[in-house]
Every structure is written in structure tokens, then in C-alpha cells.
């Protein structure tokens, strides 16, 4: 998912160097390991709670708190990965790389990178809103709080993004 010259075009006209390439594609692997690590959650999570009289029989304890807590932690991870991302888009919007070097924009479409962002947001979100109902905060509560989290921080990372390419625009190097 890193940004490409368009066929023909060839990448020395872009300040965009190999090294950078290089970063760009693994950092862009971020949402890949999310999401995997978001689908192995919700299934460990699901096993679990599946197998909770077991769990309790042998131990005397509840499952709940301890899926609860489970889905903290991984919700956590998500949510740092999601900064992760963040801290790379800040530090790919300083790049100046002339228009030519990339594929047509669509304004009516949100950027990749936003969609991205927000589904990093959503799924850290997803879970936990399943740590919440685990530790019976009430369903519209447990729901709204951490939907509402992600979608005003998807919007606000949008417009930092925007308003640092926008200063770099505005004041080239010297």
C-alpha cells in the first residue's frame, strides 16, 4: 500500500528515495499485523468464553474478567499500533514529492491512508467495546464511548495530516 510513481514515470524524479521506499512498505504492513492480530483476538476470545464452565470448574474463578482483561491488552496494542501509523503519516506528509510521482486522487473518496486509519481505529474500538460488556458497563454506553473515540480520532489524525502537508506546501525548504 506505499505510494508508487505512476507507470512510466521514473522514481528519480521524486525525492522519494530506495531507503524510504523501503520504510514505506514496511510500515504500511502495520494494518496487516492489526488486523490479524484483531481476527486472532476475537477468536481466542470467543474459545474462551465458549469454554468457560470448564475454566470455572477447574479454577473456581469467572471467565469474564479475565477475557476482560485479555481484550485490554490487545485493545491497547491496537490502538498504539494505530499510532504507529499516525507517527509514519506525519512523517511521510513532511516528504515533498512532486504530484507527477503518484496515481490520481478521487476528492470524493477519503485517502487510503484515512481508510486505513480508521479501520485500525475500529477494530482496537470493536474490542473494546467487548472488554466493556465484559465488565458490564451498559451495552449503549459500552458502544457509543469507544465508537465515538475512534471516529473523532480518525477525523483528528486526518486533519493533523492535512494541516502538516499543507505547512509544507506552504513553506518549502530553502
Same mark, same amino acid.
Given at each position: 500500500?506505499?505510494?508508487?510513481?505512476?507507470?512510466? %514515470?521514473?522514481?528519480? %524524479?521524486?525525492?522519494?528515495?530506495? %531507503?524510504?521506499?523501503?520504510? %514505506?512498505?514496511?510500515?504500511?504492513?502495520?494494518?496487516?499485523?492489526?488486523?490479524?492480530?484483531?481476527?486472532?483476538?476475537?477468536?481466542?476470545? #470467543?474459545?474462551a468464553a465458549v469454554n468457560g464452565k470448564a475454566f470455572a470448574?477447574?479454577?473456581?474463578?469467572?471467565?469474564?474478567?479475565?477475557?476482560?482483561?485479555?481484550?485490554?491488552?490487545?485493545?491497547? @496494542?491496537?490502538?498504539?499500533?494505530?499510532?504507529?501509523?499516525? +507517527?509514519? +503519516?506525519?512523517?511521510?506528509?513532511?516528504?515533498?514529492?512532486?504530484?507527477?510521482?503518484? @496515481?490520481?486522487?478521487?476528492?470524493?473518496?477519503? &485517502?487510503?491512508?484515512?481508510?486505513?486509519?480508521?479501520?485500525? #481505529?475500529?477494530?482496537? #474500538?470493536?474490542?473494546?467495546?467487548?472488554?466493556? @460488556?465484559?465488565? $458490564? @458497563?451498559?451495552?449503549?454506553?459500552?458502544? &457509543?464511548?469507544?465508537?465515538?473515540?475512534?471516529?473523532?480520532?480518525?477525523?483528528?489524525?486526518?486533519? $493533523?495530516?492535512?494541516?502538516?502537508?499543507?505547512?509544507?506546501?506552504?513553506?518549502?525548504?530553502?
Amino acid at each position: 500500500m506505499s505510494a508508487r510513481p505512476v507507470e512510466g %514515470d521514473i522514481g528519480q %524524479d521524486c525525492n522519494y528515495s530506495e %531507503d524510504y521506499r523501503h520504510f %514505506d512498505n514496511l510500515i504500511w504492513q502495520v494494518p496487516n499485523w492489526a488486523t490479524a492480530t484483531f481476527a486472532l483476538t476475537a477468536t481466542a476470545a #470467543s474459545v474462551a468464553a465458549v469454554n468457560g464452565k470448564a475454566f470455572a470448574a477447574v479454577t473456581g474463578l469467572q471467565i469474564k474478567p479475565f477475557i476482560g482483561l485479555f481484550l485490554l491488552i490487545v485493545a491497547v @496494542v491496537l490502538t498504539l499500533l494505530s499510532n504507529v501509523l499516525f +507517527r509514519f +503519516r506525519v512523517h511521510q506528509a513532511t516528504i515533498r514529492i512532486r504530484a507527477s510521482c503518484f @496515481v490520481r486522487q478521487y476528492r470524493w473518496l477519503p &485517502a487510503g491512508h484515512t481508510s486505513i486509519q480508521a479501520i485500525l #481505529s475500529l477494530e482496537a #474500538s470493536a474490542l473494546y467495546v467487548a472488554c466493556l @460488556v465484559c465488565f $458490564e @458497563v451498559p451495552l449503549p454506553f459500552a458502544i &457509543a464511548i469507544p465508537t465515538l473515540a475512534a471516529l473523532l480520532a480518525t477525523w483528528w489524525i486526518d486533519r $493533523e495530516i492535512k494541516n502538516i502537508k499543507g505547512s509544507a506546501l506552504a513553506n518549502p525548504p530553502t
